[in-house]
């Protein structure tokens, strides 16, 4: 988990430190890096500013001056802690990459912001990582074993120690032998003083696009980090890729791991990814809108405005309302204004979250049947709350349409989840989440309908297209901490029980 500091088990129960969205899945990461350019620590900058809706508790900058490697990491937001002209000019030289990162309460700390850095046999290696190893808990058990000293808890640690013990020759060959140790998502780039090293999982879980600044190569979780640096989107990097810059600019590409299948993570085109971003060739305003459209032909209704729950639920909400001819109308406003310190998590206040962020617009809903539009239900009480809120407005129904199937499965890709038995999804059915929701009528796109919508016939029986493990709960690596943390809790109810 380039991001995530511990394996989530159902053991460790999720905390949040935003009132806010505390009910929605969040990515976790962001990464970008520039092989070569002046100020490259600047143009990292502007890039992680433009991820910053994918992890906003801390970045993190390295660069590279042909000598040595310089690094700034801090807790908060890009503006805050790289706006200031003295810490750019700290991190020196033609090469630089960064990281933006979430984590929950309890377990933020400084040495687990990235990028990480080790001084290897090799030289200076610095890593940001996107998604999460899913078998870090068994690997650094047995690399602590072998003498390894941690100084973070991040899983991307692991990745250091294994390239650092590996007994292969090269640089790149020790860090292709230490991927081949690890499971489940990564999206990398590597900084060495040979140079800059992108590469992704043989899956392809989390994404990762090549782009070019002039001649410079750069790298980046999502393209809309291209658009705000003024450079062209190139390609992805290809599931189970390695393209490796060196300094003088020569691009190699290497696919250690033979033929792959890859998985990508269907949840980027539902919410994660920002909509004006194009993810593995496809832009995601308009999967979203043929998501909204998918939707309507699914689960039609008879009613006055389709109405997002913003801002997530536009683009759906748009190609409903095109699709069922009904008019989109913004029935809820939201305030941009709501500051994360404004009020601290506590349950107290936090149920007053949703109504600081959003306003039913009255005069439009009041007497009206309403369609809203989301992309997701994972606890449920923001759902709960706007439904109440619209009935409060005067709405004469409500029914809920939401722009993704029921989320009944944790992630352990590199995704903040709530435990499984959170989801609303789990607990309930379709009927019972109605009723917690207290909507006229709640509905989801099916599994084959966002398959659909993302330019697929189906969902493929043998070997889906993408990874949608979270509705499925076919996970599409092995999940060896998570298997190992369930036989030990079984094996100590067994103990328990003979005590
Ligand atoms: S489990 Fe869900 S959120 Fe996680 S990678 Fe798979 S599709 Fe994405």
Not at 285 to 299: D, F, M, P, T, W
Not at 380 to 390: A, P
Request: aromatic content about 6%; hydrophobic content about 40%; some cysteine.
């Amino acid at each position: 988990m380039g991001c995530q500091e511990r394996q989530r088990t159902r053991l460790a129960p999720m905390l949040t430190t935003n009132p806010f969205d505390d009910d929605k899945l969040r990515e976790e990461c962001g990464i970008f890096g520039v092989s070569s350019a002046e100020t490259a620590s600047a143009i990292v900058a502007l890039g992680l500013h433009a991820l910053q809706h994918r992890g906003q508790e801390a970045a993190g900058i390295t660069s590279w001056d042909g000598h040595a490697f310089h690094t700034h990491r801090a807790m908060g937001h890009v503006a805050g802690n790289f706006d200031r002209d003295e810490v750019i000019r700290a991190l020196p030289g033609n090469a630089a990459c960064g990281h933006v990162r979430y984590s929950t309460t309890g377990e933020t700390s400084l040495r687990n912001v990235q990028p990480l850095y080790a001084e290897l046999s090799s030289g200076g290696f610095a890593v940001a990582h996107n998604g999460n190893i899913s078998n870090a808990m068994k690997l650094r058990r047995e690399l602590i074993r072998r003498g390894s000293i941690f100084q973070s808890t991040s899983d991307t640690e692991v990745i250091i120690h294994l390239v650092a013990t590996s007994t292969y020759r090269t640089l790149l060959d020790k860090l292709i032998d230490a991927l081949r140790h690890v499971e489940g998502a990564y999206s990398l780039i590597v900084m060495t003083p040979e140079g800059m090293i992108a590469c992704r999982d043989p899956l392809g879980i989390r994404p990762l696009v090549m782009g070019k600044l002039g001649d410079t190569i750069i790298f980046a979780s999502e393209t809309v980090a291209f658009d705000v640096v003024g450079a062209d989107y190139v390609r992805s990097i290809e599931p189970g890729e390695l393209v490796i810059v060196t300094h003088d600019g020569q691009v190699r590409s290497h696919r250690p791991f033979g033929e792959t299948h890859p998985r990508p993570c269907i949840f980027e085109h539902v919410y994660f990814s920002r909509p004006d971003s194009i993810v593995d060739g496809s832009s995601v305003y308009s999967v979203r809108k043929a998501i909204g459209a998918q939707l309507a032909i699914e689960n039609p209704v008879d009613a006055d405005y389709v109405i997002p729950v913003p801002d997530s639920g536009v683009p759906a909400a748009i190609g409903y309302a095109q699709e069922s001819g009904i008019p989109f109308e913004l029935g809820i406003i939201r305030s941009h204004y709501i500051g994360r310190t404004f009020i601290q998590p506590g349950d107290k206040v936090r149920h007053l979250g949703v109504k600081l962020k959003h306003n039913a617009n009255r005069a439009l809903i009041e007497g009206k049947r309403i369609v809203l539009i989301d992309d997701s239900i994972v606890r449920g009480t923001t759902s709960l709350k706007i439904v109440q809120m619209m009935h409060e407005a005067g709405a004469k129904e409500v029914h809920m349409r939401i722009a993704s199937p029921p989320t009944k499965h944790s992630c352990f890709y590199g995704v903040d989840t709530p435990e499984r038995t959170k989801l609303l999804a789990h607990k309930l059915d379709i009927g019972g989440m109605q009723d917690f929701i207290h909507a006229d009528s709640l509905a989801f796109i099916s599994i084959d309908g966002l398959y659909k919508a993302l330019g697929e016939a189906k969902r493929a029986d043998i070997r889906p297209q993408y990874c949608d493990a979270c509705f499925t709960g076919d996970y599409p690596t092995t999940l060896t901490d998570q298997d190992e943390a369930v036989v030990t809790d079984q094996l100590e109810l067994l103990a328990e029980r003979v005590v």
